[in-house]
């Protein structure tokens, strides 16, 4: 007897969940870590550098890139170095706006990003939103005004930066999903750490700020590790379970950061910021249930097409 759709689309491997939420964890911790280092008077580009040359050398590990050359062949150079630009720009602009703001305001901003992925997906993939989810993204806009509060004293160039981060974000992601057909999946995680390393390594000079202890020190080699191991954590999870499937499980990260900003920085977002945090989470949600309506409603012809339909977030 064979398994019904609806079934079928229940069925989430309680691993795949599991990654994700260590995921999260992770992720929570790299940007605490990371808003300790900026408070401390350490240059955000320079962690960012940082960050990204431990990741490069656990990846390199990871993927045993002595004897792996598929982490090193690339279709397409240029494009390879363009996505690790904008995955380095998400970053170093997310480190800047902790800066000033909260680890909830960051991270509410930043739950923007399937909305405007969708809306992207369009004009860069073809990928049309109905209009069902265009509502949903306009609703999240509602939500990022609601935190941001533009032309009010609330508003702050954290806020600029913390939009900045997201819009990189979304473009990283964008060619991630163009190139991941023609390239692998090692290179593509190799380059996208390879890339800022190199590009930025000028800037280190400058830049550059010893520690003031041991303690500093631990923390800024942990943030490779909280990186790239959260998002090798991703990729385990994706290969067991859908895009869809899974992306409400991120969002539980808000609780992970409110949690992380009350007892490191003694900060509680105030009542606008929860009221934007939850309607930007209820419109991804909404853009998740509509995905996952397309799955049910196409799983009688199931085929390539109807699984890359189902990504679309």
């Not at 229940?10 to 599991?18: G, N």
């Not at 009221?275 to 419109?283: N, W």
């Not at 909404?286 to 890359?308: F, G, M, Q, S, W």
Request: some cysteine; charged content about 10%.
């Amino acid at each position: 007897m064979t398994s019904s759709p609806a079934t079928s689309e229940q069925a989430t491997p309680a691993s795949a969940i599991l990654f994700v939420f260590c995921a999260g964890v992770l992720f929570s911790c790299l940007d605490t870590s990371a808003k300790y280092l900026v408070l401390s008077g350490m240059d955000p580009a320079f962690v960012s550098w940082v960050r990204f040359a431990t990741h490069l050398v656990l990846v390199f590990l990871l993927f045993r890139g002595w004897s792996n050359p598929a982490m090193f062949r690339v279709k397409n150079l240029p494009l390879q170095v363009l996505r690790g630009v904008f995955l380095f720009g998400s970053t170093i602009f997310n480190f800047m706006a902790l800066r000033s703001l909260q680890l909830a305001e960051t991270m509410s901003i930043y739950f923007f990003a399937p909305m405007v992925i969708t809306a992207l997906a369009g004009p860069l993939l073809g990928e049309w939103a109905g209009w069902r989810r265009w509502m949903a993204i306009l609703a999240g806009l509602v939500g990022v005004i609601v935190i941001t509060r533009p032309g009010f004293v609330t508003f702050q160039i954290g806020h600029l930066y913390a939009l900045c981060s997201t819009v990189s974000y979304c473009l990283y992601v964008i060619m991630t999903r163009s190139m991941s057909a023609k390239e692998s999946p090692e290179s593509l995680i190799f380059y996208s750490a390879l890339a800022p390393v190199v590009l930025m390594a000028p800037a280190v000079p400058y830049t550059a700020s010893m520690p003031p202890d041991l303690f500093h020190g631990a923390i800024l080699l942990a943030l490779g590790f909280f990186g790239g191991f959260g998002h090798w954590l991703l990729i385990k999870a994706y290969k067991q379970a859908t895009t869809t499937a899974l992306a409400p499980y991120p969002y539980l990260q808000m609780v992970w950061m409110i949690t992380a900003g009350y007892l490191v920085f003694d900060q509680f977002p105030d009542k606008w910021t929860l009221v934007g945090a939850g309607i930007i989470v209820a419109s991804g949600l909404y853009i998740v249930h509509r995905e996952h309506r397309l799955r049910l409603k196409n799983r009688t012809v199931p085929n390539a097409e109807d699984e890359d339909l189902a990504k679309k977030l």
